[in-house]
């Protein structure tokens, strides 16, 4: 069993930035691959970033490339989401999940065994 818990949003202004965190507990935060995914009013859940086990290897959401990064941090047991050039499109719960299943992350949510109860990013016009 692996508790999530993120932190870091909050309400922001278009081109600010924000870095969400999620801490781990439970059990070896190394065996999982991580991911952000967020989820808008009224919109499905969707990928957003994905880190490997050891953090060698990430991917993201075109909508995000360029602007968002993802990195983890094994000996704090946390995943870090930096979000620079917000825009009022980024406004949506953002949660961290975990994946013990395979050392990549993927893009399905379907994949991960584990979530966080999120946290609110609001990015006003």
């Known amino acids: 069993q692996v508790q999530l818990v993120e932190s870091g949003g909050g309400l922001v202004q278009a081109g600010g930035s924000l870095r969400l965190s999620c801490a781990a507990s439970?059990?070896?935060?190394?065996?999982?691959?991580m991911g952000w995914f967020r989820q808008a009013p009224e919109k499905e859940r969707d990928f957003v970033a994905g880190i490997s086990r050891s953090g060698d290897n990430t991917g993201y959401a075109e909508s995000v490339q360029g602007r968002f990064t993802i990195s983890r941090d094994n000996a704090k047991n946390t995943v870090y989401l930096q979000m620079n050039s917000l825009k009022p499109d980024d406004t949506a719960v953002y949660s961290c999940a975990a994946r013990f299943s395979s050392s990549w992350y993927s893009k399905d949510p379907r994949s991960y065994e584990y979530w966080g109860q999120g946290t609110q990013v609001t990015v006003s016009s």
């Open positions: 439970g059990r070896t935060f190394s065996n999982y691959a």
